[in-house]
């Protein structure tokens, strides 16, 4: 698959992956030229850990990937859209979503796995 989406050497474009078949909005990360490619290469969504500053498979630890069903760009050509579908949860806490409580702090969301148990803290 060929891609439209330039992204210069060094720059992070966020990258929102969605649920493909719900809509449901899973989480936000950050993507360069190099996960973008491997992305496309795998048909598994690749991302750049700013915190640990290397890329990362999504799933790579937990076994939770995303298999990536379609990619969107918005009109500016600066983020991107995966709807994937989501092997487990997405977010690194045990919920399906990152979007998993309101701003007054009330859970909304299901938590699907126990973080210590599959990140062996």
Known sequence: ???MVEI?????????AQDWK??????????NSIALSKTLETGVAHYWSR???KLWRKGESS?????????LVDCDEDAILLKVEQKGGACHTGYRSCFYRTLDGR?????IFDPDEVYKR
């Open 51 to 53: 915190s640990r500053g």
């Open 107 to 111: 859970i909304v969301g299901k938590r």
């Open 63 to 71: 076994g939770n990937e995303q298999i990536v069903k379609e990619i």
């Open 22 to 31: 719900t809509g449901e909005v899973l989480m936000l990360a950050y993507i």
């Open 8 to 16: 210069p050497e060094g720059k992070l474009i966020p990258a929102i």
């Open 1 to 3: 698959m060929m891609s």
